[in-house]
């Protein structure tokens, strides 16, 4: 008999270079994926492009955000800053009770290599403020690069894990390691500003330096 597939994952505008490549990794290690968009239309065709690249073996739909909010456990949302708030507050009462994972890196074009964080500190916990206590969110993958989501490759740059409590960082911390990454859990959703900020620098890295997926490792710990 076939293993079970585990829990449910919607990602909010999965339809894109972020989301796409974490909805291939966890689709690939057994979740069901509900890719959401603004379009249907366009959210069956990424989750179809998924499909074809796991040659069928897994379970990835398309559908609204709306609708793959309500239709999952775990809700990540993958949208540019710029759509954070809007996407969210369409998705509020879905979510309520279950655990968003927050990707977005409150970028302001078009100084995207300087560090801008919002009034609410970080992208994170202006979530936080727009969703309510119901909700738990932690922030995650802000420094991965989606070039090296989309493949097979072991990824080098690890995650740095916080959020709103221990238990919603450990949930976070399984999700990072199905899709093949190392995680840390990095402390309370305060610490995010330091992660989401930490984006701008690996941009900064990349122009510089002439590449495109700088990231970080952390030294002198184990990871469990
Ligand atoms: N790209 C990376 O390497 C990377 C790395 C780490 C973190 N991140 C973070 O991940 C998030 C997504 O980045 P990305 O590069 O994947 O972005 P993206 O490809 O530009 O956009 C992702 C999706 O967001 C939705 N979207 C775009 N503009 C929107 C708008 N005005 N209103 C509502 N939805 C909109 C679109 O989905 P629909 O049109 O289907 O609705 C789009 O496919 C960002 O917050 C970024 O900081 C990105």
New binding site residues.
Partial sequence: MDEPLLLAIAIL?G?????KGLAYRWAKAGYRVLIG???SE??VKAASEIMQLLEGSSSVVGTTNPEAARGAEIVVV???????R??LESVKDALQGKLLVD???P?VPPKVSKVQMPAAGSAAQEAKEILGEGVEVVAA???????LLLGDEEVECDVLVTGTSKKARAEVLTLVEAAGLTGWDAGPIENSVVVEGL?SVLININKQYGSTYAGIKITGAQSK
């Fill in positions: 505008g339809t894109g270079k972020e989301g968009s603004r379009s366009k959210a993958t949208v540019p800053y710029s759509a954070h809007e996407t990707v977005t890196a970028l993958f802000q420094n991965v690069s989606h070039e984006t």
